[in-house]
């Protein structure tokens, strides 16, 4: 991403850039056909996904912890979009007990999945550990959407399958994914107090992010699914996920204001990556301002992400 680009909007090679919205970057999509779940579709840029989605004619189940925000998110969307259909249901992704509940839950609606946005997170917390006792911005950001992810997986092959329809992954990432301890993925000290850094912390369950899709991307092509796994970066935006940060994310903005977006600039690449027809067939990419970006040398490492499926699965198996 560009600076200039960045600060004027320009439009890079897919007619989109930094100020393009959700709405605009999904213009004439027709998805009144797709099942798409978003978590943490209550707030923030998921709440923008979610009504863009709608409005684009999806049935959109919002996964949420708090499923009191999530019904009046969604009392919210119908009130501008009478015709949105729209479901909530509770999803905490900091216990792998809830995602299994879940998605057992989903399971018993019978319903198609064609798109999984995997867009909640935490930013930035003090130290704590899951249910499951694994760090928190580890366990919420990246386990709990990779489990997740493997236990819709069947059902989103065979929604490929019977509808012939591309289903496509998206994974929130981050440029913050370039700051992150120096091996990337603390394998051996993911629980480590004594090392833990809030902002490292973060960068590495963004890394986190893209080494799944990575890894997964390549294991569905191997299998001929018809699925895409992608990672995007929203930008800057000011939303409910620097609580724990605020003041110096304020003190952050003031200093770089041209450079953040608003709510629906910052959905925007989420929305262009789940529903644009540009991105059929483009799989284990990241975006950033709707376009192809650059990622660290690490999140490049076929063999970190093997690593971190391998890892992943462990921590899965050993906190039942």
Same mark, same amino acid.
């Given at each position: 991403?560009?600076?200039?680009?960045l600060?004027?909007?320009k439009?890079?090679?897919?007619?989109?850039g930094s100020?393009? *919205?959700?709405?605009? +970057?999904?213009? !004439?999509?027709?998805?009144?056909r797709l099942?798409?779940i978003?978590?943490?579709?209550?707030?923030?840029i998921?709440?923008?996904?979610?009504?863009? @989605?709608?409005?684009r004619?999806? %049935?959109?189940?919002i996964? #949420?912890?708090? *499923?009191?925000?999530?019904?009046e #998110?969604?009392?919210?969307?119908v =009130?501008? $979009?009478?015709?949105a %259909?729209? &479901?909530v249901l509770k999803?905490d992704?900091s216990?792998?007990?809830?995602?299994?509940?879940f998605?057992d839950?989903?399971?018993s609606m019978?319903l198609?999945?064609?798109?999984?946005i $995997?867009?909640a997170g935490?930013?930035?917390?003090?130290?704590?550990?899951?249910?499951?006792g +694994?760090?928190m911005q580890?366990?919420t950001?990246h386990?709990?959407h990779?489990?997740?992810?493997?236990l819709?997986l &069947?059902?989103m092959?065979?929604t490929?399958?019977?509808?012939?329809i591309?289903?496509?992954?998206? $994974?929130l990432?981050?440029?913050?994914h370039?700051h992150?301890?120096p091996?990337?993925?603390? @394998? &051996?000290?993911?629980n480590?107090?004594k090392?833990?850094?809030?902002?490292?912390?973060?960068?590495q369950?963004?890394?986190a992010n893209?080494? %799944?899709?990575?890894?997964l991307?390549?294991?569905?092509?191997?299998e001929? #699914?018809?699925?895409?796994v992608?990672?995007?970066?929203? !930008?800057?935006i000011?939303t409910?996920?620097?609580r %724990?940060?605020?003041?110096?994310m304020?003190v952050?903005?003031?200093?770089?204001?041209?450079?953040?977006?608003?709510?629906?600039?910052g959905?925007? *690449?989420?929305c262009?990556?789940g529903?644009?027809?540009?991105v059929?067939?483009?799989t284990?990419?990241?975006?950033? &301002?709707c376009?192809?970006?650059? *990622?660290?040398?690490? #999140?490049?490492?076929d063999?970190?992400?093997k690593q971190?499926?391998?890892?992943s =699965?462990?921590?899965?198996?050993?906190?039942?």
């Amino acid at each position: 991403m560009g600076i200039l680009s960045l600060i004027t909007g320009k439009a890079g090679a897919s007619g989109f850039g930094s100020s393009s *919205t959700a709405e605009q +970057v999904t213009d !004439g999509v027709d998805a009144s056909r797709l099942t798409v779940i978003v978590t943490g579709g209550a707030s923030g840029i998921g709440l923008e996904t979610s009504r863009v @989605f709608a409005l684009r004619g999806a %049935h959109v189940i919002i996964a #949420a912890r708090n *499923t009191e925000a999530a019904s009046e #998110a969604r009392k919210t969307i119908v =009130e501008t $979009n009478p015709t949105a %259909h729209i &479901d909530v249901l509770k999803l905490d992704l900091s216990s792998l007990t809830s995602v299994r509940a879940f998605a057992d839950q989903f399971k018993s609606m019978n319903l198609p999945l064609n798109i999984l946005i $995997n867009n909640a997170g935490v930013m930035f917390c003090p130290f704590q550990l899951s249910r499951d006792g +694994v760090e928190m911005q580890f366990a919420t950001n990246h386990l709990g959407h990779f489990l997740l992810t493997n236990l819709l997986l &069947d059902n989103m092959k065979a929604t490929a399958k019977s509808t012939g329809i591309e289903g496509r992954i998206v $994974n929130l990432s981050s440029v913050a994914h370039f700051h992150t301890y120096p091996k990337g993925i603390q @394998f &051996d000290k993911i629980n480590d107090e004594k090392i833990y850094n809030d902002k490292m912390a973060y960068g590495q369950s963004k890394l986190a992010n893209l080494l %799944h899709a990575k890894e997964l991307s390549r294991r569905l092509k191997e299998e001929g #699914a018809n699925i895409t796994v992608n990672s995007v970066h929203p !930008g800057l935006i000011m939303t409910n996920l620097m609580r %724990h940060s605020f003041v110096l994310m304020k003190v952050i903005q003031v200093a770089t204001y041209i450079l953040w977006k608003n709510v629906p600039q910052g959905a925007a *690449t989420t929305c262009y990556v789940g529903l644009n027809p540009q991105v059929k067939g483009v799989t284990g990419k990241y975006f950033a &301002d709707c376009n192809l970006e650059k *990622t660290s040398k690490l #999140a490049r490492s076929d063999e970190l992400a093997k690593q971190l499926w391998d890892f992943s =699965e462990e921590l899965i198996r050993s906190a039942k």
